[in-house]
């Protein structure tokens, strides 16, 4: 049976991750490798000679960011972006990008992501073989809180943060407070990492909800949440990065 593969473009302005990238590509026989680039300005070239399905694009390069890059493009490809700093995330997760991947890259990491991909509409007739892709599920872009006798569906994007309540969990919207019995332990597993931190036993935060910080304090809009020392440390890394 023929199939058609996924085009796919490595863009980054560092070779080494540029050589890794090509390397993870022509692993995966389902993708075809289509070209290497190291700046926008050549990628946008390479995007207008020939097709293009997916793009593993660095975040940080010379003359633009990726990701202000793929807001320049009226249909862009779908995109993994790659990164070694992790306060990009939220500007990917906010771009509906396939995935986010943090330098450096393992290829168990990378796979994970190309079966992102695969559950997308991409030119592509058969799935992967059990011994080159192994199954994985895209992580959702919402969860369901059991709440009021029903299970209440939550966007990710709409969550401010989440409070612990001993057995019982808060999670705040702009709009709505939900109290569902589970751990905060449990809630932080179906979190997005990228995209949330935890901040104190107590307390989870969406990272593009946060108006300002001190080294004690988180602000979200007219709430004020503490960050323990224990966590301390983690926070000023992620945000100061």
Do not use: W
């Not at 966590?231 to 945000?239: D, I, Q, S």
Request: positive net charge; contains cysteine.
């Amino acid at each position: 049976m023929t199939c058609k593969k996924i085009n796919c473009l490595a863009v980054d302005d560092e070779p080494p991750a540029l050589l890794l990238m090509e390397k993870y590509i022509n692993a995966v026989p389902i993708l075809h490798f289509a070209g290497k680039c190291s700046n926008a300005v050549d990628a946008l070239t390479i995007l207008q000679q020939r097709p293009i399905d997916l793009i593993f694009l660095d975040i940080q390069m010379p003359y633009i960011l990726g990701t202000d890059f793929i807001r320049t493009l009226a249909n862009p490809p779908k995109v993994v972006f790659t990164t070694a700093f992790r306060k990009f995330a939220v500007e990917g997760f906010e771009l509906d990008a396939v995935d986010y991947l943090l330098k450096p890259i393992p290829f168990e990491r990378f796979l994970k992501a190309v079966n992102k991909a695969m559950k997308l509409n991409l030119p592509v007739v058969q799935t992967f073989p059990q011994d080159i892709m192994p199954k994985s599920e895209p992580e959702p872009s919402f969860l369901f809180l059991r709440a009021d006798r029903k299970n209440i569906k939550i966007h990710l994007n709409e969550i401010l943060f989440v409070e612990s309540l001993k057995d019982y969990v808060k999670v705040v919207t702009r709009d709505r407070t939900i109290v569902s019995k589970q751990s905060i332990s449990t809630i932080e597993e179906n979190l997005p990492e990228e995209a949330f931190l935890r901040i104190h036993r107590s307390f989870i935060v969406s990272l593009s909800k946060i108006d300002s910080f001190t080294a004690g304090l988180i602000q979200i809009g007219k709430y004020e949440l503490p960050v323990s020392r224990s966590y301390r440390h983690e926070v000023e890394k992620v945000l100061r990065t």
